[in-house]
T-cell receptor, first 111, second 114 residues
Framework: GQQLNQSPQSMFIQEGEDVSMNCTSS?????WLWYKQDPGEGPVLLIA?????ELTSNGRLTAQFGITRKDSFLNISASIPSDVGIYFC???????????FGAGTRLTVKP | DTAVSQTPKYLVTQMGNDKSIKCEQN?????MYWYKQDSKKFLKIMFS???????INETVPNRFSPKSPDKAHLNLHINSLELGDSAVYFC?????????????FGSGTRLTVV
């Protein structure tokens, strides 16, 4: 099926550092979405990507839709403590009937 | 105004009991979902309704039964609760079943079966 593989599984960084995480699939996705989940809350959409090669920013966050349409990257610049949480990549399945989620990257930021 | 609201936020119950979780969205979306998040934080689709019609019914025990009285509501009823049902259950909605603009999630219901 259209599985999404996220890496790394977890990251421990110092405040102020830049962060990079990625998501890959053996299948092509036509849309890539990045979500963040804060503790005790539901995932919240950060960035949506709709075109191969597209680079989109949202504040300190930048995401790219890979040229092959089989991967996507999320970068966070100058991390701050409130960036702590779990970051999920996601994409609609071929049938567009549901959203597949990666297993998440757990980010910890040390002040 | 909460876009997708779930109740209750926490639910602790004994094995064998029957319980319900309610979900309501005020976004005017056509499609609603139930996801289960396990202890490793993996999000797995359970059910999806589009305009009150069931469109996704993943491999979920028959003890789980969704009900959508109208397109703004999707409730989840669970019979004969088991220890393995302990998880966080998320309701979500999307504009339409294509979900190209992503989902809006509720804040989750943490179910603990003892």
């Amino acid at each position: 099926g259209q599985q999404l593989n996220q890496s790394p599984q977890s990251m421990f960084i110092q405040e102020g550092e830049d962060v990079s995480m990625n998501c890959t699939s053996s299948s092509i996705f036509n849309t890539w979405l990045w979500y963040k989940q804060d503790p005790g809350e539901g995932p919240v959409l950060l960035i949506a990507l709709y075109k191969a090669g597209e680079l989109t920013s949202n504040g300190r966050l930048t995401a790219q839709f890979g040229i092959t349409r089989k991967d996507s990257f999320l970068n966070i610049s100058a991390s701050i403590p409130s960036d702590v949480g779990i970051y999920f990549c996601a994409g609609p399945t071929r049938a567009n009937n549901d959203m597949r989620f990666g297993a998440g990257t757990r980010l910890t930021v040390k002040p | 105004d909460t876009a997708v609201s779930q109740t209750p936020k926490y639910l602790v119950t004994q094995m064998g009991n029957d319980k319900s979780i309610k979900c309501e969205q005020n976004l005017g979306h056509d499609t609603m979902y139930w996801y289960k998040q396990d202890s490793k934080k993996f999000l797995k689709i359970m059910f999806s309704y589009n305009n009150k019609e069931l469109i996704i019914n993943e491999t979920v025990p028959n003890r789980f039964s969704p009900k959508s009285p109208d397109k703004a509501h999707l409730n989840l009823h669970i019979n004969s609760l088991e220890l393995g049902d302990s998880a966080v259950y998320f309701c979500a909605s999307s504009l339409d079943r294509a979900s190209l603009y992503g989902y809006t999630f509720g804040s989750g219901t943490r179910l603990t079966v003892v």
